[in-house]
């Protein structure tokens, strides 16, 4: 006979507060058996589902997407259509999550050159820094078509 978990166990094992637990039962993400006295009683499964949950939210996964895309069920007969729907939702995701990358890495950039800039301030490292942010507004600026031409005419840093 297969073990289930009470969800103080789950909570304990997984980490999850009962609170969330239970909302992810309300909400039908994951939705462990009854016992004879309505106390949740989780599978093995279920415990899987769950450390997925976690994995697809640290990876800025929003519960409606998981339960949208994901609806973890186990599957008999897995449906081809199913799987590229979801296929192609994750390529989105990643590429979304790549452009964030991209973003954070031009902003760590600019705050490295500002600190440099403003550790050993001189005309080299200030002209350095104008160049840099100017170059991050053309960028911006490609991306933005709503930002006129004049903004960046005749200023220089």
């Known amino acids: 006979m297969e073990k289930h978990y009470s969800i103080q166990e789950v909570s304990r094992i997984l ?54 895309k994901f609806g973890f069920h186990r599957m008999e007969n897995v449906d081809p259509a199913y799987c590229e729907e979801v296929a192609a939702f994750l390529d989105a ?19 490295d050159v500002t600190t440099e800039t403003l550790r050993d301030f001189n005309h080299e490292s200030d002209q350095r820094l104008a160049e840099i942010v100017h170059g991050i507004y053309r960028a911006i600026r490609k991306k933005e078509a709503g930002i006129s031409e004049e903004g960046c005419h005749g200023h220089q840093g």
């Open 93 to 111: 995701k990643n590429a979304e999550t790549r452009k964030k990358i991209a973003h954070l890495e031009t902003v760590s950039q600019l705050l």
């Open 15 to 68: 980490g999850i507060p009962k609170d969330t637990l239970r909302y992810y039962d309300r909400i039908g993400i994951v939705s462990p058996s009854r016992e004879d006295n309505r106390y949740r009683r989780y599978s093995k499964n279920d415990l899987i589902d769950l450390m997925n949950i976690q994995i697809m939210q640290y990876a800025d996964f929003s519960l409606d997407e998981i339960k949208g």
